[in-house]
């Protein structure tokens, strides 16, 4: 009987509590990655402005240490003066001696690769070359035999004419003229930050110096010692310098494209995220001098997410750890919590299948000393109440239906068990032939049948809601309208008389059917005011109503044998009825001993369930008695004979005929008043 | 085909010297230079400044003069910065500096070395025997630039701030007027010149190198560029 739960309170309370707690723990995880990563974003872009500030300042420093060095180098050095300045007047034409030639370039040419190499400056830079005032080239470090290749049409250069300095940013392709090269031929491509200064006496320009390095691994190894930032210098899809591993450049390499090139103001740009090699990093696009956008070149900065979220990891392992121990407390205290819970809980179950089961002494012990205990006492108070309510049920349902019984102990309050006067309807039933069915059959039979006769009579009763009030001999009295107050209790009473009728008219046919010879029956309806209440010792007591009404009420009873009817109602229930029922009025009666008279009726059966031609009987019988009271028994005569064409068995008409035939030839005293002294019992 | 054009220089110098002396007949020519110079916006414009342009004939050669050119070395310059001389003069360099200085030109017209020498050593000379451009530096300072033009013959003149020029004993004949500035290209009128007759005529010059806004001559620092690219 005792299904296991389909979900244990213990279950549940752990799925919460695990729920919780996870909800929580990934909470603060989600939230704290999100700042991290938000910072570490913030932390980078502020990473990659400095190194940007910090190539920049590089840079213009490098600029202008090799402006210093140019400078210094033509205002010390005669012979680089000498030699510019001789090749750059070589092309001077006076109209006088013997025209220009090519030869004095050759000579620089041959001067500067004596006079150069050994130069710190020229050393130091990767690309290096000496060009005259003209725009020709003299020596390029690159190139040393090359010379006289017209440079003037690069941009450089042309910069360098108009504003007195000039740098530039040259691919290699940009480091070559027609028939020179001015940067060396490595193996992998390079990108050079190039600056040009022209050689200046006396407001005479004497030739221009072009020196630039490349930006390469070490540059930005510098630049990544300061800021920490890796960085790869690009060029369309080539990756030109990095500090970035072997692997994780070839891994970059792939990327490059997805990089947009970046809007005019490169500190704006956007900040991605890539991977290389299993790293996660933050990236940025960048110009490699600001302002001056170029698609072809740029840089890119990273910055290692994985790093930034170092810190993140040992916090999330810590909370991770830190939330395992609550959850591990948590589950502990839940399975007390639970079991504090569900025992009694079970206890109260297993007690209250018991009280399903009719064991009413079911009682249980909860000593928590919370609202569980509270619900213990209240629950064996409930076991008590029901105990005690079970046993007045049984009892009450004996004598009442168990609609009423029901009602009773639902709203004792309207129940007048203690004593109250009210208008009621009583009933009474009586058998009549049983002494001489007692007499044929044997005691056992005589009590099967008996009880049969009892069973139909108070089925009626209970199903129509009445009272059993006592078992009298072969009689049963019942009434209606108490304990319970019945408005319609007159409705009730006949109907419950029909059906009672029905069910033994039923039960007649039965014992006929069995041989057994069927009794007649008789009942009686009254209306009255009446007291209902229990009656008896405190020890053995019935609830029963007394008053002057149950008298008539037996006597209408009775009285269907002067009639030959079988249900007999007073005026005061046919009243009380209403017009749910046929009747017939048979006569005024006075009872033996009582002055006032009583209109007395048969109950002939429901309304629409009376059939035409006993509607018709009962038309003609109240022609007959009308005709009757006004002693005129020829009319009642011709009624009644009309009236046995129809039905010639009807006993009342039998009767009045009966009475009408006496009074013709022994006609009543002149103060008959019609009313008919009842007085056999 | 320097060698070629020497020998014929040389055939031309020689056929022309006997030339020189049969004619005697001179003109006078003068006039003004002007000279253009770039703005620093826009295009050109007159200069106020008009100085320093040898103005010179052309077509004749004449005998270097017996006197002897000086081309000084004072407070680190040579002075002047321009001197005009007739082919085969000697020039003396004297060091007015108490310290020393050397003079000499890698020119393929005239290339030699005097040495380095005191003020209280004798002035060193050089006879520059072929005309043209030479320029003559110092190797110990490197602002020591001079220009040396050596010229066919005595007809020329170093303008003043106007700009005004005249020029006597200019053989009467067909002659070419000449005007060249350092960093401009020369200008050149041919015309006929009737013995005895006085030409003015008026020159103008183009400085087509510009010199560009080049800081630092005064030796102060330079100041801080905006950006590193030198903006």
């Given at each position: 009987m005792a299904v296991p739960p389909r979900l244990r309170f213990r279950t549940k309370i752990w799925a919460v509590l695990c729920g919780f707690v996870f909800a929580a723990l990934a909470t603060a995880l989600v939230v704290a990655q999100d700042v991290t990563i938000s910072r570490a974003r913030d932390e980078s872009r502020t990473r990659f402005d400095r190194t940007l500030v910090a190539f920049s300042e590089l840079q213009r420093l490098r600029a202008e240490l090799l402006v210093e060095t140019i400078d210094a180098l033509t205002r010390t050095n005669p012979q680089l003066r000498t030699i510019l300045s001789t090749a750059s007047l070589?092309?001077?034409?006076?109209?006088?001696g013997l025209a220009p030639t090519n030869d004095a370039l050759r000579d620089a040419n041959l001067r500067l690769q004596s006079a150069l190499p050994s130069l710190a400056l020229h050393q130091r830079q990767v690309i290096f070359a000496v060009a005259s005032a003209e725009g020709e080239l003299l020596y390029s470090k690159a190139d040393p035999e090359r010379y006289g290749q017209d440079l003037s049409q690069i941009e450089l250069v042309r910069l360098i004419a108009d504003q007195g300095r000039g740098s530039a940013l040259w691919l290699d392709a940009d480091a070559a003229v027609e028939g020179a090269r001015l940067a060396p031929s490595y193996p992998s491509p390079a990108l050079y930050l190039v600056r040009g200064e022209p050689v200046v006496f006396d407001e005479e320009v004497h030739g221009l110096v072009i020196a630039g390095e490349p930006i390469d691994r070490a540059l930005l190894s510098s630049l990544r010692a300061i800021t920490g930032v890796e960085l790869a210098l690009i060029a369309g899809p080539r990756v030109l310098a990095t500090t970035l591993s072997e692997a994780d450049a070839a891994g970059l390499r792939g990327k490059v494209g997805a990089f947009e090139a970046p809007a005019l103001m490169s500190l704006g740009g956007e900040i991605t995220e890539l991977t290389l090699g299993g790293e996660r990093y933050l990236a940025l696009r960048a110009e490699i001098v600001p302002g001056r956008p170029t698609a072809q070149a740029g840089f890119i900065l990273l910055s290692s997410l994985d790093a930034a979220l170092a810190g993140f990891r040992d916090l999330r392992q810590t909370l991770i750890g830190v939330g395992l121990l609550i959850l591990a407390v948590a589950l502990g205290l839940g399975f007390v919590l639970a079991r504090g819970i569900t025992r009694p809980i079970a206890t109260l179950a297993q007690a209250a299948r018991r009280i399903g089961a009719g064991q009413f002494d079911a009682r249980v012990a909860i000593a928590t000393g919370d609202e569980l205990e509270e619900l213990g006492g209240a629950f064996n108070e409930m076991a008590a109440g029901l105990a005690e309510r079970e046993l007045i049920k049984q009892t009450l349902e004996r004598y009442v239906s168990k609609h009423v019984a029901a009602e009773l102990l639902r709203?004792?309050?309207?129940?007048?068990l203690a004593g109250v006067r009210r208008e009621l309807t009583v009933l009474f039933v009586d058998l009549g032939g049983f002494t001489q069915l007692a007499e044929e059959l044997a005691p056992e039979a005589v009590v099967a049948h008996l009880n049969e006769y009892f069973e139909a009579v108070c089925g009626a009763v209970l199903e129509h809601d009445?009272?059993?009030?006592?078992?009298?001999g072969d009689g049963v009295v019942a009434f209606w309208g108490a304990p319970i107050a019945q408005p319609d209790h007159a409705v009730r009473a006949c109907r419950a008389a029909l059906d009672a009728a029905a069910r033994l008219d039923a039960l007649c046919v039965r014992w006929t059917e069995r041989g057994v010879v069927a009794p007649s029956y008789r009942m009686g309806l009254h209306t009255a005011e009446l007291v209902a209440g229990e009656i008896g010792s405190a020890e053995r007591g019935t609830y029963g109503v007394v008053g002057d009404g149950m008298n008539l009420a037996s006597r209408l009873e009775g009285a269907n044998k002067v009639y030959g009817t079988r249900i007999l109602i007073s005026d005061a229930t046919r009243a009380r009825a209403g017009g749910g029922f046929v009747t017939r009025e048979l006569d005024l009666v006075r009872v033996v001993g009582r002055r006032a008279t009583v209109r007395i009726f048969e109950l002939v059966g429901a309304s629409g369930g009376v059939d035409a031609r006993t509607l018709s009987v009962l038309e003609h019988y109240a022609a007959a008695l009308a005709a009757h009271r006004a002693r005129d028994w020829d009319a009642a005569a011709r009624a009644l004979e009309a009236l046995g064409a129809l039905d010639p068995d009807d006993a009342p008409a039998r009767v009045l005929a009966a009475r009408g035939s006496a009074f013709r030839t022994d006609p009543p005293p002149s103060d008959w008043d019609g009313v008919f002294a009842l007085d056999a019992k | 085909m320097r060698l070629v054009l020497a020998v014929l220089s040389l055939a031309f110098a020689v056929s022309s010297a006997p030339l020189a002396h049969a004619e005697t007949a001179t003109g006078v020519v003068r006039g003004k230079v002007s000279v253009m110079k770039k703005r620093l916006f826009g295009g050109l414009g007159p200069s106020d400044d008009a100085s320093g342009v040898v103005v010179y004939v052309t077509g004749y050669t004449a005998p270097a003069p017996e006197t002897t050119a000086v081309l000084e070395q004072e407070n680190e310059r040579f002075q002047p910065r321009i001197l005009p001389i007739v082919a085969g003069q000697t020039v003396s360099f004297p060091n007015r500096d108490r310290f020393y200085h050397n003079v000499f030109s890698v020119s393929s017209v005239e290339a030699f070395d005097l040495g380095q020498y005191k003020s209280s050593d004798p002035a060193r000379t050089q006879v520059f025997a072929n005309p043209g451009l030479v320029p003559v530096y110092c190797n110990i300072h490197p602002q020591m630039i001079s220009y040396v033009?050596?010229?066919?013959?005595?007809a020329f003149a170093v303008t003043g701030e106007d700009g005004a020029f005249e020029l006597r004993g200019?053989?009467?004949?067909?002659i070419a007027l000449n005007a060249w500035l350092p960093g401009a290209q020369r200008v050149t009128k041919e015309l006929e010149l009737a013995p005895g007759a006085k030409v003015s005529l008026e020159l103008e010059l183009q400085q087509t190198q510009t010199t560009p806004p080049h800081t630092r001559k005064d030796g102060t620092p330079y100041p801080p560029p905006p950006s590193y690219d030198g903006d």
């Open positions: 070589a092309a001077t034409d006076l109209g006088v709203a004792p309050g309207q129940a007048a009445g009272t059993v009030k006592e078992f009298q | 033009v050596v010229l066919e013959n005595g200019v053989r009467a004949g067909a």
